[in-house]
Structures are given as structure tokens and as C-alpha cells.
């Protein structure tokens, strides 16, 4: 680095980053586009192990946690205890990684739900 003097010291540098906001919205595009992509494979794997499960109360729980709720509130709806919502999610996770031969892909089942 060598020293500014005069107007060049008092001038804002550069941070790294470009200044095309195009560039940068496709970029932020592209990636957000890349995660939904992994999402929808990962739906798609859990679609094609749901006949696995066999136990209503197990169903019923994958029903709402891919419908987005989170454990508490299955709980309450059930009633049950969170802790049991657990082992029951524990219970489905071990039933579909069982059932998916690919080894990657069990890891995806237990990440993904």
C-alpha cells in the first residue's frame, strides 16, 4: 500500500465487491434458485419413502412436519408430549433411511425432516 495524499485520501475506497446491482441480483437469484432446487429433491425422497410408515400416529406427524409445523405445535395438536413427537420423528427418520438404499441419501432423510 503506498500513502494518498490530497483528494485521493478523503475519496471512499472499494470494498470487493462489485457495483452492477444485475450482477449481484442474479447472482443472489442463482443461488436462492440452487437451495430450492436441493429442497424439492428432498421433498421428492420423503414422497417417495412415505409408504414406509405405517403407524397413524407416525403419519400423522410427518403429515404436519412437512406441512411445516414445528414440534410444540404437533404436541399441542395431538396430544402429546414434545418429547414423544421426537421419538416418533426419530421412529420415521430410521423407518425411511431403512428403506432408502443410497448411503447419502439416509443422511439427507435424517437432515431434511
Known amino acids: 500500500m503506498t500513502a494518498q495524499y490530497g483528494i485521493e485520501a478523503i475519496m471512499p475506497k472499494g470494498k470487493g465487491e462489485t457495483s452492477d446491482p444485475v450482477f449481484r441480483e442474479v447472482v443472489r437469484r442463482s443461488k436462492h434458485y440452487e437451495k430450492i432446487i436441493g429442497y424439492e429433491s428432498k421433498v421428492h425422497m420423503i414422497q417417495e419413502c412415505i409408504h414406509v410408515i405405517t403407524d397413524v400416529r407416525e403419519s400423522e406427524v410427518l403429515h404436519w ?3 411445516g409445523k414445528g414440534y410444540s405445535w404437533i404436541a399441542r395438536h395431538m396430544g ?5 413427537i421426537k421419538r416418533l420423528f426419530s ?3 430410521r423407518q425411511m433411511a431403512e428403506n432408502v438404499q443410497d448411503v447419502q441419501n439416509v443422511q439427507n432423510v ?3 425432516i
Open 65 to 67: 412436519i412437512l406441512e
Open 80 to 84: 402429546l408430549s414434545h418429547t414423544h
Open 110 to 112: 435424517q437432515r431434511c
Open 91 to 93: 421412529s420415521i427418520a
